[in-house]
């Protein structure tokens, strides 16, 4: 059985269900006005998010996060640029989803999305890879409402990274559902979604290791 069969099936047949659905409307609607606003007032400047009806303000990051997010991007980046698969983004890249905005740390768009962008583009699609470092702040979201949505949505990877444990946990998406590939802090990570992309995880949060895997991806 699929998720969302799953989740009609225990009220398929309860009397309340026409109550139900017009609840839902009316809560739908209101999330549909929310949003609205949020894409009326939003500013470059900002850093929100849209997600379950609510705007998220997102405070200023740790270092060691910003380490983190700036290695593995430049890593991404670098080899997507060298062999023109598409483009990569970070931090304030809003990407829009049948019901949430989110600014995922990094993401990858194909070369099919990335045609369809432009100099002013501001609300992007869902995009093919996308990358979380995990924050004490952000966590609970990352795995979970993202995690759902972001496999519901057919985001085809997703790599979760912690600057606590200096891990990379990467899913890959099967069936609308994701499987675990690998969480280590060795050993190569290899994308599924990035033909030959293929790094060191040390080359995350280790600044050297980052310039070798550099330049092996330069040469």
């Not at 997507?80 to 983004?89: D, I, N, Q, S, W």
């Not at 994308?191 to 280790?206: C, H, K, P, Q, R």
Request: net charge negative; charged share 30%; aromatic share 8%.
């Amino acid at each position: 059985m699929d998720p969302l069969e799953e989740l009609i099936q225990p009220i398929r047949h309860s009397p309340q269900l026409p109550l139900l659905v017009d609840r839902l409307t009316q809560q739908l609607q209101a999330e549909r006005d929310a949003r609205e606003r949020f894409y009326d007032e939003m500013t470059p400047e900002q850093k929100i998010e849209f997600i379950d009806g609510e705007i998220l303000l997102h405070s200023p990051a740790r270092n060691r996060h910003l380490d983190a997010t700036l290695n593995a991007a430049k890593l991404i980046h670098t080899f997507v640029a060298r062999h023109r698969l598409g483009t990569v983004k970070t931090e304030k890249c809003l990407c829009v989803f049948p019901r949430n905005d989110y600014l995922p740390d990094i993401v990858f768009f194909g070369p099919e999305k990335t045609s369809l962008f432009q100099p002013e583009t501001m609300k992007f699609p869902v995009p093919d890879l996308a990358v979380e470092v995990l924050s004490s702040s952000t966590e609970s979201r990352d795995r979970g409402v993202k995690f759902e949505d972001y496999a519901a949505n057919g985001v085809g990877e997703y790599w979760i990274i912690s600057t606590e444990e200096a891990t990379v946990e990467q899913f890959v998406l099967e069936k609308g559902i994701y499987h675990l590939r690998m969480k280590s802090s060795s050993g190569r990570l290899v994308s599924n979604v990035i033909t030959g992309l293929e790094m060191d995880v040390e080359a995350i949060f280790d600044d050297e290791k980052n310039l070798a895997a550099l330049t092996r991806i330069l040469t």
